[in-house]
């Protein structure tokens, strides 16, 4: 099955916006407003930030925000800090093959 | 807290079979769906299987379709991945999640600390 496409690696200054894009398909991205996004920082499990396109779990700075066009979603970091720095994962559900897909990963990396 | 605690993990060889265990609390276990995601050393997550509330559905990814079987039990606040026919390429750190959307496989908000599975001979 084809992951999601992330870029590799995103990078910017403190203070910065960054944004992550998630493209797939009419069968996931562009079907279905089931677009989540995980943060995972080095050696943790991964953590919700954004569910259904653009919603934040309670907890989660609003410098983070999610969007989608398309086949293709997005995911915002405004005010880039240290702390930031991570794998960020898109997820879709899908309705062919398997049920649930996530993109590679795109690292983020804060100078 | 919800806490997700996954254990049975472990060294097997191919072909082989392990059975992973998932003990969930601080939540009310049976008002969710599951799943089980996995990560292999290095690389990026990947869906593995989600069973419905009461277990009456069950889901699998494609690359393990046939191989493992998921289940539940709801008095015992658990969740489980037999795995059978394992593989190099199963080995990876699989990771117990709590499946919050209204249908399975669409967001997890909570996840254990995960169990390493490593499958080599």
């Known amino acids: 099955q084809s992951a999601l496409t992330q870029p590799a690696s995103v990078s910017g200054s403190p203070g910065q916006s960054i944004t992550i894009s998630c493209t797939g398909t009419s069968s996931d991205v562009g079907g279905y407003d089931y677009v989540s996004w995980y943060q995972q920082r080095p050696g943790k499990t991964p953590r919700l930030i954004i569910y259904a396109v653009t919603n934040r779990p309670s907890g989660v700075s609003d410098r983070f925000s999610g969007s989608k066009s398309g086949d293709t979603a997005s995911l915002t970091i405004s005010g880039l800090q240290a702390e930031d720095e991570a794998d960020y994962y898109c997820?879709?559900?899908?309705?062919?093959?398997?049920?649930?897909?996530f993109g590679a990963g795109t690292k983020v990396t804060v100078l | 807290e919800v806490q997700l605690v996954e254990s049975g993990g472990g060294l097997v060889q191919p072909g082989g079979s392990l059975r992973l265990s998932c003990e969930a609390s601080r939540f009310a276990f049976s008002s969710y769906w599951m799943s089980w995601v996995r990560q292999a050393p290095g690389k990026g997550l990947e869906w593995v299987a989600g069973?419905?509330?009461?277990?009456?559905?069950?889901f699998y990814g494609d690359s393990v379709k046939g191989r493992f079987t998921i289940s539940r039990d709801n008095a015992k606040n658990a969740l489980y991945l037999q795995m059978n026919s394992l593989r190099a390429d199963d080995t990876a750190v699989y990771y117990c999640?709590?499946?919050?959307?209204?249908?399975?496989?669409?967001?997890?908000?909570?996840w254990g600390q995960g169990t390493l599975v490593t499958v080599s001979s």
């Open positions: 999640a709590r499946d919050v959307g209204d249908i399975v496989a669409t967001m997890f908000d909570y």
């Open positions: 069973i419905k509330k009461d277990g009456s559905e069950k």
């Open positions: 997820s879709s559900y899908r309705s062919t093959a398997s049920l649930n897909v």
